[in-house]
């Protein structure tokens, strides 16, 4: 792997298979009553995010510590951000702190590229979710999650549903997947596909009930209203009628298919609760997956390795 993971697209097959590989082996430590190994004792990982998180940043800090690395959580909320410093004046802080590894999430897509080539740091960074860019570790958890239900992904279908344009989730999916062999269709209104989709080597639709029979996997999005500066179309009431996955929707579904969500979600807009509750969503699986991936991710990019010693020395 590269120094840095900043972009689905800095993942070749090889280098994705040997994380999804290496987070398996990872993923049994949470059946151990000592859940800990000390592969990274004595390395710091921060993390920095500007915008708000629940599942990505607890599961960076528990992959972190379950490696026993050292960790130093950063808020935008409550520190000198408030008071104007820069990204470059944040950064060399971290940096006099001795960061090995920085986590970072900023609303400004392209951020984690500036922290990684601009000098600032010199340890290795990670997107953790710029703007509407990319989110490459929540691709790999939900790359990880279909290879433990379905085997090889070559030729598997996803279907990818919502809001595409400020979706960060769905571009890092589409181009991970692509590379993993799936065939990936997106699946939003209009108005929600951003300029360029066409380059992006999937396909598109407008109509969720043509997809759906066919789909291997069904992945649905939130619909990102806070990115949204006017009022957006269609109307909340039409989105989920046209888009939603509901009860009735989802019995069209292969008995094989999975529902998943890459959270937050709003139940009753993009998804009714009676499937996030069903037996076919693994959205709580995708959490606990999470934490297996980002350990991976941590310990592929500062140990160097390609197996994980002392995986059978946990303390
Ligand atoms: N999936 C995801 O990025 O969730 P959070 O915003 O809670 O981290």
Known sequence: MKRHLLSAADLTRDDAELVLRTAEELRSLADRPIKKLPALRGRTVVNLFFEDSTRTRISF?????RLSADVINFSAKGSSLSKGESLKDTALTLEAMGADAVVVRHGASGAPHRLAHSGWVRSSVVNA???????????????FTMWRHLGSLDGRRVAIVGDVLHSRVARSNA????????????????????????????ETSYDLDAVLPKADVVMMLRVQRERMNASFFPTAREYSRRYGLDGKRMRTLQ???IVMHPGPMVRGMEITADVADSDRSVIVEQVTNGVAV?????????SGAEGVAGADESE
């Open 294 to 302: 980002r350990m991976a991710v941590l310990y592929l990019l500062l």
């Open 129 to 143: 979710g710029d703007g509407t860019h990319e989110h490459p570790t929540q691709a790999l958890l939900d790359a």
């Open 61 to 65: 800090e528990a992959a972190a510590k």
């Open 255 to 257: 008995d094989h298919t």
């Open 175 to 202: 181009l991970l997947l692509h590379t993993l062999g799936a065939e990936v269709t997106l699946v939003a209104p209009p108005t929600l596909f951003p300029v360029g989709i066409d380059t992006w080597g999937v």
